[in-house]
């Protein structure tokens, strides 16, 4: 398979840990939270193994390239329209998210305006730019980024003030039936591999998904779900964490580098996070721009 696809799932999962997952799934805590998850990550794998099925059986092939060629012109056009529609929105979603982080706890005297129309103006660059381009920018910023985070993640894990207990307490609420929007909620960190719908174009080799790709895949979701549910119930307690708004803000806003530049976390955390959703982004308008053209 690719190392694309890799990456725009993982920027997809990035993008989501710091955003409105973890307030969704918290919100439902004690509602089929785990078994949502549990379903979700069973879906994700099987959803990619079927995208990428169908994509290797036409190297080089975009979605409207394949639904121009198979689809009569009545339904091959608002077909298109709703999934350009829907990418819009997907970058939109994190794009609010995003910019309501940044006005509360970076720059709370700024006017959310001047946010958005900075975060739009940057991004207007990424539209434009060639969709090999945007594959190799994807990677150089990854490549420079998923380090850092790993190092941010793995000191999280072991910081003392982690309560094993906590977690432990949540687990007990495994007996609840799946919720759909939990469940729909965790299948979306899957979801960046649907970009390969346009960026197919520059695969010009049949990819392949079988069993290692899928441990792959599985591995790198369960990792992402299970720090995004749990760890800031370790950090913050089982009880009232749905009322909070951010909870992963609230979680490394507890963590201290002692003999760091900057003692306090949250400000890089925030800033490297600031920088996947900006490409998270860039990437699902680049691929919306070109299904509306």
């Not at 003392?160 to 207990?165: A, I, S, Y």
């Amino acid at each position: 398979m690719s190392r694309f696809v890799y990456f725009l799932i993982t920027t997809n999962m990035i993008a989501n840990i710091a955003a409105s997952l973890p307030r969704v799934l918290l919100s439902g805590s004690n509602n089929g939270a785990i078994t949502s998850m549990a379903l979700a990550l069973i879906f994700g794998v099987f959803a990619t193994w079927s995208v990428i099925r169908l994509l290797s059986s036409f190297p080089g092939k975009t979605l409207p390239e394949l639904m121009e060629t198979y689809l009569s012109k009545w339904l091959f056009v608002p077909l298109l329209l709703f999934f350009a529609i829907n990418w819009y929105v997907s970058g939109l979603a994190t794009l609010i998210t995003y910019s309501d982080i940044l006005l509360r706890y970076l720059t709370p005297e700024m006017s959310i305006y001047s946010i958005v129309g900075t975060f739009i103006l940057f991004i207007t660059f990424g539209l434009v730019m060639k969709g090999r381009s945007v594959l190799y920018t994807l990677e150089i910023i990854l490549v420079l980024l998923v380090p850092i985070i790993l190092y941010f993640l793995l000191k999280v894990y072991l910081d003392r003030q982690l309560d094993w207990d906590n977690v432990g307490v949540a687990i007990m609420n495994v007996n609840s039936f799946p919720n759909y929007t939990l469940f729909t909620a965790s299948s979306y960190i899957f979801l960046g591999f649907f970009d390969m719908l346009y960026f197919n174009k520059y695969i010009k080799k049949k990819m392949k998904f079988g069993i290692k790709e899928g441990l792959i895949v599985g591995g790198m979701g369960f990792f992402v779900l299970f720090t995004t549910y749990f760890i800031p119930i370790g950090f913050i307690g089982f009880d009232g964490i749905e009322d909070i708004l951010y909870p992963w803000i609230v979680t490394t806003d507890s963590i201290r580098m002692k003999f760091g530049v900057v003692e306090r976390i949250i400000f890089i955390f925030l800033l490297i996070f600031l920088a996947i959703a900006f490409l998270n982004i860039m990437i699902h308008w680049h691929v919306s721009l070109k299904f509306f053209q």
